[in-house]
């Protein structure tokens, strides 16, 4: 009797292991959920730090982490989500530090960082003036609130900072 009932509690055992194994079923449904949500938000903060220009700022860290993207995607649809989530918390974690280097870079050094040149002002991060208005984006926001996208929007007596080339009649005067 005593022997049976070891052998039962040995295959409910193995039982467990192997669906474990198998079908990660420490994860509800639910919990699936919110991992490939988290993964797509991830992803997306990860396609923004692309548009930001992070290839060339951080090219080691982008590479090592579209291959993560590239694994999570795999692991999720083998429903490997323990292994998943590892790696996701990696994933997340790259893509916070590239963000966090993006709102300090300024490669065209106009006064404003490529995450606010994307994300707040819808400036070029590779033209430092990119109205072409003779001011720098960054001086048009922070100085003279002036709008940086506007050719004709300049600030009033205050001599250019950048070679302009008028396609504004109003403004011929000050060329
Ligand atoms: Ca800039
Ligand atoms: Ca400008």
Request: proline share 3%; charged share 25%; aromatic share 6%.
């Amino acid at each position: 009797m005593k022997q049976k009932t070891l052998m039962v509690v040995g295959l409910l055992l193995l039982w467990l292991v192997v669906a474990n194994a198998t079908c990660d079923t420490s994860h509800t449904s639910l919990r699936q959920e919110d991992l490939v949500n988290s993964y797509q938000l991830a992803r997306f903060h990860l396609e923004e730090c692309e548009d930001m220009g992070v290839a060339r700022l951080e090219p080691d860290m982008l590479n090592e982490t579209v291959r993560l993207s590239d694994d999570i995607e795999e692991m999720i649809a083998r429903g490997s989500w323990s292994q998943a989530d590892i790696a996701l918390v990696q994933m997340e974690q790259n893509v916070a530090l590239m963000l966090g280097r993006l709102k300090e870079w300024d490669p065209d050094q106009d006064g404003l960082s490529n995450y606010a040149e994307l994300m707040l002002y819808g400036t070029s991060w590779s033209e430092s003036d990119s109205d072409g208005d003779g001011y720098f984006d960054g001086s048009e926001v922070l100085l003279y609130e002036t709008d940086p996208l506007d050719h004709c929007g300049v600030p009033q007596n205050v001599p250019v900072e950048a070679p302009v080339q008028r396609r504004c009649q109003a403004l011929e005067k000050l060329k």
